[in-house]
């Protein structure tokens, strides 16, 4: 087999690996950050109900918070610390999570805070119940979907499997050494990634649309 040849099937096996593990990783890390907001949801309603401040209740999960979301709030933390409007922090922290869940909860709590409510901790448990059943639901989803991205693995495994074997044979292994035989090798690996990576995202949920987009403004 040329070098040529050699050189673009490792480029193109190397970009499949690089964008299958880029994309386990944000995956990983979306389900933590998901998964992380009914017990964030529960530290606030526990602070709530021992009297702290809706400030002081987001600033203590810079300490308490799952480690998915620690960062986040701890950031909104020293923000606070700076001198920097309840508001302003808010509307940091809604941005910097951009999720649908975070949205819900900061507008709660903005309002809350402004124009104060006495059913803030009624709202956030709901919400919390809301939440739970909801990732309840997607993660049984998605287990029941596992078997698209097993199929997936197959599919991009069996042929190569198939080449290995056809390998052992001197026709097949003078065919592939030909210049056609090389071009095929090189599609085949091309199709494969486009599949495997095509196959894995219909695999995926679709994201929960964001309602509270506008960012929080102090008055």
Partial sequence: MKLITLIILAALLFLGLYLGISASKLRRAAVNRANSWPEVLDLIISSLQSGASISESLANLGKIAPAAVRDNFALFTKNLAQGEKFEDCLSKLKADFADPISDQLFETLYFAARFGSKNTIKVLRELSE?????????????IRFGWIKNSANLAALAPWVLFLILRTQENAKAAYLQP????????????????????????????????????????
């Fill in 130 to 142: 809301y939440v739970a059943a909801d990732l309840s639901t997607r993660s049984e989803i998605q």
């Fill in 180 to 219: 056609t035989g090389q071009l095929i090798l090189v599609l085949g690996v091309v199709a494969t990634l486009i599949a495997y990576l095509w196959m894995n995202k219909i695999a995926n949920l679709p994201k929960a649309k964001r309602l509270f987009t506008k960012q929080i403004l102090a008055k």
